[in-house]
C-alpha cells in the first residue's frame, strides 16, 4: 500500500484509524495515547505534554472531529486499556448551554472555553507577540496597545451575542448548519487607528439574513434565538460562548494591525531618532519578523500561551 493509499485510508475512516493505531498499546511499556480533534489540537496540547510529560513517549492521533474522539472513547474496552496511558481532549463548544451530554471520565479533558482557540485570545500573549515579532520593547506602547486590545474585543463580544445565540438555536435543534461558512472577514475590520468597524451589510436586511444566506440554511426562530441570548447575556467569561475560530479571527485582525500600522509608524519615528543619536543612544528599530496571516496565526500563537489552569491539573494527575 502506498503513502496517499494509507492517507485516504485515514481520512476517510479516521474512527477506523484512531483503533487501528491503537493496536501499537502494548501493556509493558509507559507510551501515552492521546486522542485529539484535529491537527491544530495536536500542536496546541503538545506543546504542553513537552513541558510536563517531558521523559514519557506520547503518539498523538487525530481523529477529524469531535464525535470520532467520543466514538473511539465508547469503542475501547476499559477492562483492557489502562485510563492514564489512553487519553482525550475535546472542545465544550456549546454543550452547556444546549444542555447536551458531555463525556465525563477521569482520562476526558474538555475545554474550559468554547474551544483551544479561545486560548489563544489573551492579553499576555498579545504583549509576548508585540515583544518577539514586532521587536517593541517599550512598556508604554505595549500598554497602550493592550488597553486597546481590550476596548475592541469589548465592542467584538457584544457584536458576537445574537450570532452566538442563532448558533446554538442551531445546535440544539440539529439542524446541518457549518459554521465555518460565516466569514468574520465580511462583518468585521479594525481599520488604520485601531478601531473595530462593523462592516456594512447593504445587500441584506439584517444579519441572520447574511447568516442564512452563507450557511444556505433557512432556520430562524426568534423565540428560541431570544432564550439562549438571555442566556449568555450576563455571562462574565464571553469565551464560553464565542466560537474560537471567530475569536481568533479578531486576534489576527489586531495582530495585523500592530504588525502592519504600530510597528510601521514606530520605526520612522526611530529612524529619525537614530540619525542624530550616537552609540548607546541609538535604538533597534522595530520590524515585523514573520507575517502574520489568517492561516498562519494558530501556529504563531500557540506556544505563546500558558498552560491553563485546568490542563494543568489534568496532566498531574496522569
Request: with cysteine; proline share 2%.
Amino acid at each position: 500500500m502506498s503513502l496517499l493509499d494509507i492517507l485516504d485510508e485515514k481520512i476517510l475512516t479516521p474512527s477506523a484509524a484512531c483503533i487501528k493505531i491503537l493496536s501499537q498499546y502494548k501493556t509493558n511499556d509507559n507510551t501515552i495515547f492521546c486522542l485529539v480533534e484535529g491537527v491544530e489540537d495536536n500542536s496546541f496540547y503538545r506543546h504542553f505534554f513537552e513541558i510536563y510529560k517531558e521523559n514519557i513517549p506520547v503518539k498523538y492521533i487525530v481523529c477529524n472531529g469531535k464525535q470520532n474522539v467520543i466514538d473511539n472513547y465508547n469503542d475501547l474496552d476499559w477492562q483492557f486499556y489502562d485510563k492514564k496511558r489512553i487519553l482525550f481532549f475535546i472542545d465544550k463548544d456549546f454543550d452547556d448551554y444546549i444542555e447536551r451530554e458531555t463525556l465525563n471520565d477521569e482520562n476526558v479533558f474538555i475545554t474550559d472555553y468554547y474551544s483551544i482557540e479561545n486560548y489563544l485570545v489573551d492579553e499576555k500573549i498579545l504583549e509576548n507577540f508585540i515583544t518577539d515579532n514586532c521587536l517593541i520593547t517599550s512598556e508604554s506602547v505595549i500598554q497602550l496597545a493592550v488597553e486597546n486590545f481590550k476596548k475592541q474585543h469589548e465592542i467584538f463580544v457584544k457584536q458576537l451575542k445574537m450570532i452566538s445565540a442563532w448558533m446554538m438555536y442551531c445546535r440544539k435543534n440539529n439542524f446541518e448548519v457549518c459554521f465555518n461558512d460565516i466569514k468574520m472577514s465580511d462583518l468585521f475590520k479594525i481599520d488604520n487607528d485601531g478601531k473595530l468597524i462593523k462592516k456594512s451589510l447593504s445587500t441584506y436586511r439584517s444579519k441572520f439574513e447574511y447568516l442564512c444566506d452563507k450557511t444556505q440554511s433557512n432556520h430562524f426562530n426568534i423565540a428560541e434565538i431570544r432564550f439562549f441570548y438571555n442566556k449568555i447575556k450576563e455571562e462574565t467569561k464571553p469565551k464560553k460562548y464565542i466560537r474560537g475560530k471567530y475569536e481568533l479571527y479578531f486576534m489576527f485582525m489586531y495582530l495585523k494591525y500592530i504588525s502592519e500600522n504600530v510597528v510601521n509608524e514606530i520605526s520612522r519615528e526611530v529612524k529619525e531618532h537614530n540619525k542624530s543619536a550616537r552609540g548607546k543612544d541609538k535604538i533597534v528599530r522595530p520590524k515585523s519578523t514573520i507575517q502574520i496571516k489568517e492561516e498562519n496565526v494558530f501556529q504563531v500563537l500557540y506556544n505563546k500561551s500558558k498552560v491553563p489552569i485546568k490542563l494543568k491539573s489534568f496532566l498531574e494527575t496522569i
